[in-house]
């Protein structure tokens, strides 16, 4: 069984916009943006519908970096170049 979640990242100086929810695709392994509020509302409506269970959202931020051990795990890829090019990043930051 994989695992999905939302997520947005504060403090962090490079790509993740504080104010954007990301969504973690666990079933392709793939971090896809969240446009708005509305579509958050489908999203965790479908979700809710499809496993009987809340999605779970994560708040994190650049002072306690628990996304980039995670994300390091994980090697998720994404087709937004924005999102390419912050996952680049934090393998840079794990090879440090």
Not at 22 to 32: L, P
Not at 56 to 74: D, E, H, N
Request: negative net charge; contains cysteine; aromatic residues 12%.
């Amino acid at each position: 069984m994989s695992m999905s979640f939302a997520f947005n990242i504060k403090n962090d100086e490079a790509n993740w916009n504080p104010g954007t929810m990301f969504f973690y695709n666990g079933d392709i392994n793939e971090i896809q943006g969240i446009h708005n509020t509305e579509e958050m509302k489908y999203i965790q409506s479908c979700w809710k519908e499809c496993t009987g269970r809340d999605l779970k959202i994560y708040g994190w931020s650049a002072q306690a970096p628990v996304y980039v051990r995670l994300f390091g795990t994980l090697q998720p890829s994404s087709k937004t170049q924005e999102v390419l090019d912050e996952i680049k990043r934090l393998e840079g930051l794990l090879k440090k």
